[in-house]
């Protein structure tokens, strides 16, 4: 009987553990944007070259490439890799105020970067923000409670 009863209450959990899991595979994916975008930063000012973090919006995918004689190459090691999206979500970078956005955010020796929100929205609708508001900052992640607080 508890056991039939544990079985009814899972059934009854089901959909939202599944909706849940969903939204925590969106949140992750920002985390790892997140990651690329100081992986980025780092990079560029201790080798003295220009980064790029790439998006792709048709194939929901992301990358980072360094600039070398003058052309943007792919990385040599696992950050080079183009990193996908879960299975339904999506990935644009938001265009600035009166303009249309780059694929790409460039990080320079310097420590600056551009300034960009990336949004990345989940199959159920959530969607998490990565931004910077200014080229000295360093990105953040906005979830989207925090953006309904604000």
């Not at 909706?19 to 980025?40: E, I, K, M, N, P």
């Not at 929100?117 to 998490?128: A, L, S, Y």
């Amino acid at each position: 009987m508890v056991l039939g009863l544990v079985g009814v209450l899972l059934a009854l959990a089901a959909p939202s553990l599944r909706g849940f899991l969903a939204s925590r595979q969106t949140a992750d994916a920002a985390a790892q944007v997140l990651a690329l975008t100081q992986l980025a930063g780092s990079r560029a000012a201790a080798q003295g070259s220009v980064y790029r973090l790439n998006i792709d919006p048709q194939t929901s995918t992301y990358w980072l490439t360094v600039q070398q004689a003058g052309a943007f190459v792919d990385l040599n090691c696992e950050f080079g890799r183009r990193f996908r999206l879960p299975e339904g979500a999506t990935v644009r970078v938001l265009p600035p105020s009166g303009g249309s956005p780059p694929p790409y955010i460039q990080f320079y020796p310097n420590g600056r970067t551009e300034e960009a929100t990336i949004e990345v929205t989940g199959r159920q609708g959530e969607v998490f923000q990565v931004i910077c508001d200014s080229a000295t900052e360093a990105f953040r992640v906005v979830s989207p409670a925090e953006a309904q607080g604000s």
